[in-house]
C-alpha cells in the first residue's frame, strides 16, 4: 500500500517539555487514520509537524515522499487542514468564507458542489455566527476542501459538539473518505475511533504506546468478554460451569468473564434454553478497554487522563 505519511522516531521539545518523544507511524493512502491520546498527549504538535507549522527537533516525517522541514511547499499545496477548535469571520456568510478561502488561495471555490457534499448548500446564506457547533465545523471542512486536498488534517473535529452532531459529523467524515482523501484525525473520543478509523495510534505522554486497526488493537489489548445475566441462583451456576471467573455488578447481576468466543458461545445456550427468560447481555471488549489497558487509565468527556 502506498505511503502518504512516513514518521520516523519524531522529537519536539519546548525548553524541557518533551511534547513528542520519539514517535514511528506510517498512514496509508486513502485510510481514515487515528492519532488518540488525551489532552497534552502531543497530538496537535505532531499534526501540525506534519503541516510544516513545527519543526521537529530530531527524526523524520514525511508527507507524499517529501521532508516536513526542506520540502515545505511541496506538501502545502496538497494537503488541507482544520485546526483544533476552528473559527472563522462570524459576520460572513458560509458562502463568502469559503469563497474568501479559495481567493487565498487562488483557486476556483468549487462552491456548489462542496457545500452540497457537506450538506451546507442550503446554508450558503447564513452569517457564519448563527450557525450550530456542527455546521460551524463542516465549513472548517469545507475551506480546507477548497484547495482540493488529496490529505486533509482534523485536529479534534468534534470536540465540544453534542453526540447527535458528533454523529453526523463521522457521517461527513465517512464520506470524505469515499471521495478518496486520506484523513489523518486526532480525538480523545474512543467511539470516534472505532466509527471512523482503518487504523489507530496510541499517544499518552509524548509516546506511542501501539498501533493497528481498531479490531487488532482490540484482539490484542482489549481482554476477556463477559456475559452479563439479570437472573437466579441457576444463572449463575450455569456461568460456573463454563468459567470461573463469575462475579456480582453493582446491579446484583451475575457477569461471567470469558477468554474465548467458543466458550461465551456454549455458555450462551443453556442461558438462553432456560425457561427463565434470563436478560442477557454480551459484553465485547472496546477501545475503551483497550485504552485502558495500554495507557492504564480513561479519557474522560473533556479530555484529560484519569489513572
Ligand atoms: P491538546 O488536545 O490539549 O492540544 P495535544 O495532545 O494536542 O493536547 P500538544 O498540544 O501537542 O498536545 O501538547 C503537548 C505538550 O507540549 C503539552 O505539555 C503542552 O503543554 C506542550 N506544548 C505545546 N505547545 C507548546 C509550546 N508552543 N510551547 C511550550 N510547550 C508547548
Not at 9 to 18: D, I, S, W
Not at 98 to 103: G, P, Q
Not at 153 to 175: M, N, V
Amino acid at each position: 500500500m502506498k505511503k502518504v505519511i512516513e514518521v520516523e522516531k519524531l522529537t519536539k521539545r519546548y525548553g524541557n517539555v518533551t511534547a513528542v518523544n520519539g514517535i514511528s507511524f506510517d498512514v496509508f493512502h486513502g485510510e481514515i487514520f487515528s492519532l488518540v491520546g488525551p489532552n497534552g498527549a502531543g497530538k496537535t504538535t505532531t499534526v501540525e509537524i506534519l503541516e510544516c507549522l513545527r519543526k521537529p527537533t530530531s527524526g523524520t516525517a514525511k508527507v507524499f515522499g517529501f521532508d516536513v522541514v526542506r520540502e515545505e511547499r511541496k506538501i502545502k499545496r496538497r494537503i488541507g487542514v482544520m485546526p483544533q477548535e476552528f473559527n472563522t469571520f462570524d459576520r460572513l456568510t458560509v458562502r463568502e468564507n469559503v469563497e474568501l478561502v479559495a481567493k487565498i488561495y487562488g483557486v476556483k471555490a468549487g462552491l456548489k458542489q462542496t457545500l452540497e457534499s457537506l450538506g451546507l448548500w442550503g446554508l450558503r446564506d447564513k452569517k457564519y455566527e448563527a450557525l450550530s457547533g456542527g455546521m460551524k465545523r463542516r465549513v472548517g471542512i469545507a475551506m480546507a476542501l477548497v484547495s482540493k486536498p488529496e490529505l486533509l488534517f482534523l485536529d479534534e473535529p468534534t470536540t465540544g459538539l453534542d453526540p447527535q452532531a458528533r454523529r453526523e459529523l463521522w457521517e461527513t467524515i465517512k464520506s470524505l473518505k469515499k471521495m478518496g482523501v486520506t484523513i489523518f484525525l486526532t480525538t480523545h473520543y474512543m467511539e470516534e475511533v472505532e466509527a471512523l478509523s482503518d487504523r489507530a495510534s496510541i499517544i499518552v505522554k509524548g509516546r506511542l504506546l501501539s498501533t493497528g486497526t481498531v479490531d487488532e488493537l482490540v484482539s490484542k489489548y482489549g481482554g476477556e468478554m463477559k456475559i452479563v445475566v439479570k437472573g437466579d441462583k441457576r444463572a449463575r451456576e450455569i456461568l460456573k460451569k463454563f468459567t470461573k471467573n463469575v462475579s456480582v455488578d453493582e446491579s446484583g447481576s451475575f457477569v461471567g468473564t470469558f477468554q474465548s468466543r467458543e466458550v461465551v458461545a456454549r455458555a450462551l445456550l443453556p442461558l438462553y434454553r432456560s425457561s427463565k427468560k434470563y436478560k442477557i447481555n454480551v459484553v465485547e471488549p472496546s477501545m475503551e478497554d483497550v485504552f485502558l489497558r495500554v495507557a492504564g487509565g480513561k479519557i474522560d468527556e473533556r479530555g484529560e487522563l484519569i489513572s
